[in-house]
């Protein structure tokens, strides 16, 4: 339920104001369809081995696409974004890529070391789109 806004956590009762505190600052206002399509979906898995092999297949293509600019990064294992080190000041690039239309979040913000890198995400990217943009990528960095 990538991107849905709702999710649920189990633990001892001592941890969940702790959690509680997270949340209201992650989840705040989720819209009401995420919660009554939450609701369906927590009643019929029928959607999650498909869902699976869809987020599966997008890693799999941009991992290969990083792989063919020689980017630096951790392949993710159950995210849906990748965090490469760009090799420049990330907010620069992302500022010049958005421009040839290719959106992606500045690593800086997430911490000191983080300043070289970008987040991209592919929850709710197609291929098609991971391919448009990585030849947009390819083609201004090359």
């Known amino acids: ?27 705040a ?3 009401r369809i995420s919660q009554y399509a939450a609701i369906d979906a927590l009643n019929n898995d029928s959607h999650v081995e498909q869902m699976r092999e869809t987020y ?9 696409r990083m792989d063919d600019l020689d980017w630096d990064f951790v392949a993710p294992e159950g995210a849906i974004y990748a965090f490469p080190e760009v090799g420049q000041d990330s907010w620069d690039f992302c500022m010049k890529m958005i421009d040839k239309g290719v959106a992606m979040v500045p690593g800086e913000p997430m911490g000191p070391e983080s300043d070289e890198k970008v ?3 592919f929850g709710s990217t197609t ?6 943009a990585f030849d947009t990528l390819e083609k201004e960095l090359n």
Request: aromatic letters at 6%.
């Open 127 to 132: 291929k098609k789109e991971i391919e448009k």
């Open 56 to 64: 599966e297949e997008r890693r799999d293509l941009l991992v290969e």
């Open 119 to 121: 987040r991209i995400c």
């Open 29 to 31: 206002c989720p819209p």
């Open 1 to 27: 339920m990538t991107g849905w806004r709702v999710g649920w956590i189990i633990d001892e009762p001592e941890n969940i104001e702790e959690y509680a505190k997270v949340s209201r600052a992650s989840t």
